[in-house]
């Protein structure tokens, strides 16, 4: 295992870093899309906020399968 994904680190990417990056792209986008750069807008909500979406996902996983095997159950 990596030792930059430890416990800690996993949970900052999954509550924190993720769903703050993913909100920043989805207001972006309505941003872009409102000032008339609709494809770009569009770009940003569809593929770069589900990015982040499935980012945060993979994070919590992963950190709740190192919790598992570290508490021995």
């Known amino acids: 295992m990596n030792p930059l994904l430890n416990k800690t680190t996993l949970t900052f990417i999954a509550f924190v870093a993720c769903p703050i990056l993913g909100l920043v792209t989805a207001v972006m986008g309505l941003v872009m899309i409102f000032t008339d750069n609709v494809v770009m807008g569009v770009v940003f909500l569809v593929v770069l906020t589900q990015v982040f979406i499935f980012g945060g996902l993979w ?5 709740r399968s190192l919790t598992e095997d570290s508490s021995g159950q």
């Open 59 to 63: 994070a919590t996983m992963k950190r």
